[in-house]
């Protein structure tokens, strides 16, 4: 069985470009989490979107968008980067609440 | 509001030596609890998990953990460390509110002295 798929695996923009992470769950995985992880500090969560919609939101900015498809895997766009949005993105599934979540192997975005 | 506090940022042990971390979390109910590993510049590894029932969890490569309701706490053992388990572990809870949001500590690096 294939586990939590994030591509790309690196990423290098430049401040005010637009960036798109892609997430595909594990197989009946109808929930998936983003969070962002910066050097040095535990994951900071973002968006949970279970079954297509938006379950919950941390505290991140506005350029910060996600949206679920209908075959669950998800996208996460961050506009207008900033310095301060480089890190490590990670995407992790869920078959919802009390299941536990496994997560992929993220993606380093790295803004310059 | 909700926290997890792992006291110990960096750690360092023998190899073959005991291991416990130290995990506290600040909510007024008993939330899922759970721990990760990660390695260098990779996702994170579920450890083990503690929903209901037993106290005592066991998880993956000889780890356990101890829930204690009156101490907040959920502390991670190993009674024999191995090299390879040198990584970042963190103590992560989810309050059960349905929304997918782990609360995680900062982390403690554990070093593994030969």
């Known amino acids: 069985d294939a586990g939590v798929t994030q591509s790309p695996t690196h990423l290098i923009k430049t401040r005010g470009q637009q960036v798109t992470l892609r997430c595909s769950p594990i197989s009946g995985h109808k929930s998936v989490s983003w969070y962002q992880q910066v050097l040095g500090q535990g994951p900071q969560f973002i968006f949970q979107?279970?079954?297509?919609?938006?379950?919950g939101r941390g505290n991140f900015p506005d350029r910060f968008s996600a949206r679920q498809f209908p075959n669950y895997s998800s996208e996460l766009n961050v506009n207008a980067l900033l310095l301060g949005d480089s890190a490590l993105y990670l995407c992790?599934?869920?078959?919802?609440?009390?299941?536990?979540?496994?997560f992929g192997s993220g993606t380093r975005l790295t803004v310059v | 509001a909700q926290s997890v506090t792992q006291p110990d940022i960096h750690i360092t042990v023998s190899e073959g030596a005991s291991l416990e971390l130290r995990c506290n979390y600040s909510y007024g109910a008993t939330p899922y609890l759970f721990w990760y590993v990660q390695s260098p510049g990779q996702g994170l590894q579920l450890l083990l998990k503690?929903?209901?029932?037993?106290?005592l969890v066991q998880g993956i490569k000889g780890f356990e953990a101890e829930f204690k309701r009156s101490q907040s706490s959920f502390n991670l053992r190993k009674p024999s460390v191995h090299w390879s388990d040198a990584a970042e572990y963190f103590c992560a809870v989810d309050l059960s509110s349905n929304t997918g949001k782990l609360i995680f500590g900062q982390g403690t690096t554990l070093q593994v002295k030969p």
């Open positions: 503690y929903f209901s029932g037993d106290t």
């Open positions: 979107y279970y079954e297509k919609e938006e379950r």
């Open positions: 992790a599934t869920s078959q919802g609440s009390g299941y536990g979540y496994t």
